[in-house]
């Protein structure tokens, strides 16, 4: 495994920093300690999935068969088609999404075909937000959004365990408003 890419468990490099290092700091080895995202966050996304594209291979298999006669009833398998891709780019989406807390800024890194990494500076931070869902709620699951001065920087660090995403809130909001003073 490459260092610091997310393992099955949805983190990385926990071992990489040491003992007695925060999460996301700088190691001798230069660079951050990336942290990926749990896998509730897939499993809710795959039963979404898996909803979706049920009803509407219920719907594209009853209504042309009911319409036009049982051979246009295949048009079910579409949808178990493009449910079978789903199924496999959802965990190719799920672990490319990582962040890392650094010195004076936080990480954010996401994307498979088009990556992208979002810097989000502590001192430039004005709103750090946790939000849920009633999906996600039930799978245990939070998010952090962030907002900035520049609306173009605002983040989101999605599927996050409730009490992680209070963390991330209480520490980015501590680093933010020790950043801020300096301004």
Avoid: C, K
């Amino acid at each position: 495994m490459e260092t610091g890419s997310p393992d099955h468990t949805g983190t990385a490099g926990a071992a990489e920093a040491g003992p007695g290092a925060a999460a996301g700091t700088d190691t001798t080895a230069g660079g951050p300690v990336w942290t990926g995202l749990p896998p509730g966050l897939l499993r809710m996304r795959r039963l979404l999935l898996v909803v979706w594209m049920g009803l509407f291979a219920l719907a594209a298999g009853l209504v042309p068969g009911l319409l036009a006669g049982p051979a246009w009833a295949a048009f079910a398998l579409l949808p178990l088609a493009v449910l079978a891709w789903g199924w496999v780019m959802l965990e190719r989406n799920w672990r490319s999404w990582r962040y890392a807390e650094r010195a004076d800024d936080l990480l954010i890194s996401r994307g498979v075909l088009w990556r992208e990494e979002t810097v989000v500076p502590y001192g430039r931070m004005q709103l750090v937000e946790v939000t849920s869902g009633p999906v996600e709620r039930y799978f245990g699951l939070a998010g952090v959004q962030l907002h900035t001065a520049a609306a173009a920087t605002d983040a989101t660090i999605p599927g996050l365990d409730p009490a992680e995403a209070e963390r991330l809130r209480d520490r980015l909001t501590e680093l933010g408003e020790a950043r801020s003073a300096g301004l």
